[in-house]
Structure formats: structure tokens, C-alpha cells
DNA sequence: CCATCTTTGTGCACGCGTTCACAAAGACAT
DNA sequence: ATGTCTTTGTGAACGCGTGCACAAAGATGG
């Protein structure tokens, strides 16, 4: 760990940018939706409005993955499906496990935006005792102490983790031993994870400070707009200090 | 809603470069922890470390925000702790709300990041009347039917959108109707809103999906060994770029 | 077959973000 | 004071991503 020099070099993966990588999911919904209106064909104009992306991008975007559209008409809905869905690597079964089956847990387990996307919920893992056996959107939650043989079992190589933060490293951890090489974190922690294993962070409170950060620089300009005194929040007096109020958040409370 | 434009408009909020807003409650995390643990001062290598990025960029990050460190010793860990709270806003109250409480919805009542940086879920709000009245982590849900007079008498300009993805927009329009500014989307759809509102995403199947691709990928690099292609990918020391700084994507903006 | 129209695919330029490398600044010891 | 050591702050180079603008390619109609 302490990843101390020689970050990445260049992050493409097999001539594809990062940056493109994460549209295609995007692109592949908006697709998806048309498919099953029987829409035979689509502008790139027409998909991008339905991204909600430039459509020179989503030009560009495509163009990585080969030609498939036809000029003069656009594209083939079904078969862009197809050729997206290849190279995202949905056209085959991804088995996943859940780590922590708390409220959120148990959300990520009831999603059903996973199964119509070729990921199946292999297991449900917790370390309360209390759990183990009960069912959670229809699957049984097992002990922790299971981890490594469910992985093997189950062939896993995705977990998720929702824990709370002081637990994730060391689920992470075992999870990597176990064989485990791409990790979506819910908990708020920066895992360490040796090379070759891929993290992908979702921090609620850190998109919702971003959002304050905005609203309060709109707030803080909107002494010169023209519209009247807006209904908006007022930046109340501040008095809460920092405080250590207990920060570490569980994810879940169990 | 003529086009859904839901991209930043790529301005320097104040100067402050937009991927250095993203950092910030990172670097403020690791700065929490680091003052509960009465840690004086700290440096950039340090922080940096903890945070998961790279020093440089974290020194360039807070020569935006302006010299708050001291050269041959490092920061003033409370000091930064209340500059970067009070450039990100958290140092006032965000009255926030809440609109469809299911698996996820009850998920985000019960998260504990929110309320320890100055996040206060104000009301909880669904649709379904067998909820209403009934309380997620202390607090009743409303019905959606009082979304507007919820929204005015608490002040409040920042809405969670936890809702199916059928209802996102629509939900949406209203929050934006009556006085809401800034919009954390959960629900799967591209929402078309006025200039003015900011839309932040987060989109669980995306991650997943993206995860996918790297995977695959290492995958097939990995045919080349004897083995049959099992199913569990071992765990390999390869050239996987995609660094240990998982930044959010998608979210990214999305 | 030719003209025209539509839409793709992409060369190019520009701006943002990242990283390097180092001078400036302060702490600390002598 | 002076020198040494540590660490910040930043100028500059580089690479990636984005968007423009247009030529190429194919459809369509006469």
C-alpha cells in the first residue's frame, strides 16, 4: 500500500478514455428505453438530448468503439445495444456480494437496476450474528466468517461494500485475499488495495457538500439579482461549531 | 424544458477550479479525524496520504482557498478544518428534504453523514399514503401532496430525489416550482431543469457497470494463462492503471 | 445516374486539470 | 546571525477531454 510513487501513467483502457467509459452505461439506458419503444433508429442528436449529453461527444464517444452508425439515417438502437453492452462486458453474468446489510445494504440488495444489467446478487454478507438466516430481498444473509468461501465459491470478482467506515478496510481486505479485483465502496474511507484491483467510491454526504458549496455561493450572489427576495433558504446564523460530533458515520446502524 | 441541460456550466465558481470543490470534503474528512485524534498540524505528504490523492494537487488545491499553511511545518489542522467548512458552506444549516421513502429513501433518513456536517433532513416525502404519518428514523413521512408548503416553510433549497425513476421529473419539477436549487438525483433518469438549479447524480447501476468494464478487461488480458478461464479472476499483479484515487465520476457530474 | 439532403466520423484547437520541479519562506540549531 | 533543513506555494509543461466545424458517406428523389 502507500501507493508512495508511479501513479497511473495514462488511464485507457484498451483505446478507450476513462472519460467515455463512463457514458456508455448512460448511453446503453437512454438505448435501452428506445429498444423497448420499437424505435428501429436513432440520430446521434436524438440519443444525446435522451443522455442528456453533447451530441459531438457522444459522436466522439462512439467513434472509439468502431463505426456502427449509418450516415445519413444514424444508428441501429438494437444493435448499438449490443455493441455497447459487449463492450461494457454486460453480456455475461456478473455474480456480486453485498457487504452489509444494513439499511443501505438492504436498499443495494432490493435494486433492481442491477439484474436487467447482467449483475446477480450472490450473497448477502453481514457480521451481526442477529442477521445471519434472515432474508433480505429474498436471499438469505450469511456470516461473515463465510466471506472467503462465498467468494470462491460463487467465483465473485465484484463486491460492494456498505459497511460502516470502520469496518471497510478490513472487509476490503479480506475480500481482496479472497480474489476479489473490482470494488464499489459505500463506506466513507479510502481503502488501500494493492495494484490491479479497481475502487470506485459512492459518498452521499460528499455529493451533498458539493451541492452546498453551490447553493451558498448562489445565495451569497443573489443579492444583485434582479428577481425579488427568492423564498430561499437564508443563510441562517451560523453557531453549530464543528464540534466533534461523532463523525465517523455507520453507513447503517444495523 | 427545452434542453436538459444538467452538466455544470464549467464556471469557476470564485475562482475555485470545480475538481478542487470535489476534493475538499475529502480533505475534510481526513482533517476531522485527524482533529478528533488532537493532531496539531499536519503535512501536505500526510494529508494527502490520508485523503488518497496526490500531494501536489492537494497543496495546489488549497493555494485556491489561500495560504492557510506554514512553510517547514505543514497546516493547522482546526484552522483548515474551518476554512474549508465554511468555503464548502457547512458552517450553516441545509435544511434538506427527502421525497420517496423506500429501501433507499429510509436509507438516507438513517444516514449519519448528513447530520454531522451541517445537513438536517427537514421532512421525509412519498407518495404512498400507508406512509404517511408513519416515522423513519424519527421522523413521520409527509405525503407528497404537502411537497410545496413543506418545501416554503422550512426554507429549504436543496431536495434528495430517492424516488422510482417514473416519478423523478415530476417530482423534480415541483421541488424546483417551489424554490429548490440544488438536486441530488438517486433515481435513474436525465432531469431536465432551469438554468440555475444544479443536479448532481448518483447512479448505483453506473458504478457497477463501469467496474464491469475494467473487469472484463482485466479478464481478457488474463486469457493468456493455461488456465481455462475460470470464472473467479485471480488476483494479479498487472498493469491495471486507474489509480488508488477513485474519484466519483459519474457523479461526476453527471 | 446525378443532384441534393441528412447525418456520421474526425481533424483541430482550446481550456482544464494534473504533475513536476524548484524557489521562497519559515523553523530550528549552532 | 547564519546556515541548514523542512515544507509550502506556484510557474510551467503536458496530457486529456470537449466542442467546433466540415468533409466524407450514404440515403433519397427525380
Known amino acids: 500500500m502507500a501507493t508512495g510513487r508511479t501513479h497511473r501513467p495514462a488511464t485507457r483502457s484498451r ?16 438505448l435501452t428505453a428506445l429498444s423497448e419503444r420499437s424505435v428501429p433508429t436513432v440520430s446521434s442528436e436524438e440519443l444525446a438530448a435522451a443522455a442528456g449529453v453533447n451530441s459531438a461527444k457522444l459522436r466522439k464517444d462512439f467513434s472509439y468503439l468502431g463505426s456502427y452508425g449509418t450516415r445519413g439515417v444514424g444508428y441501429d438502437v438494437e444493435y448499438l445495444v449490443y455493441q455497447i453492452s459487449r463492450e461494457l462486458g454486460l453480456t455475461q453474468d456478473w455474480p456480486v456480494v453485498i457487504v452489509g446489510i444494513g439499511n443501505l445494504g438492504a436498499a443495494l440488495a ?9 449483475f446477480r446478487v450472490a450473497a448477502l454478507i453481514d457480521a451481526d450474528p442477529a442477521l445471519t438466516g434472515r432474508a433480505v430481498a429474498g436471499i ?12 470462491q465459491d460463487n ?15 478490513q472487509v476490503c481486505d479480506r475480500l481482496v485475499a479472497a480474489g476479489v479485483t473490482s470494488i464499489l465502496n459505500f463506506a466513507p474511507t479510502v481503502l488501500s488495495v494493492p495494484d490491479g484491483v479497481d475502487v470506485r467510491k459512492v459518498d ?7 451541492l452546498a458549496f453551490h447553493e451558498q455561493r448562489k445565495a451569497g450572489e443573489e443579492a444583485a ?8 433558504a437564508v443563510a441562517r446564523k451560523e453557531s453549530a461549531d464543528k464540534g466533534p460530533d461523532g463523525d465517523v458515520p455507520a453507513v447503517m446502524p444495523a
Chains 1, 2 share one sequence.
Open 15 to 30: 483505446g478507450i478514455p476513462e472519460a467515455t467509459v463512463a457514458r456508455l452505461p448512460l448511453y446503453l439506458r437512454a
Open 110 to 118: 432490493n435494486y433492481g437496476g442491477f439484474a436487467s444489467r447482467g
Open 140 to 151: 438469505p444473509v450469511q456470516h461473515t466468517d463465510d466471506l472467503e468461501k462465498i467468494i
Open 155 to 169: 467465483g465473485v470478482s465484484i463486491g460492494v461494500i456498505a459497511t460502516p467506515a470502520g469496518a471497510a478496510q
Open 204 to 210: 452521499l454526504s460528499i455529493e451533498l457538500q458539493i
Open 225 to 232: 439579482t434582479p428577481d425579488g427576495g427568492g423564498p430561499a
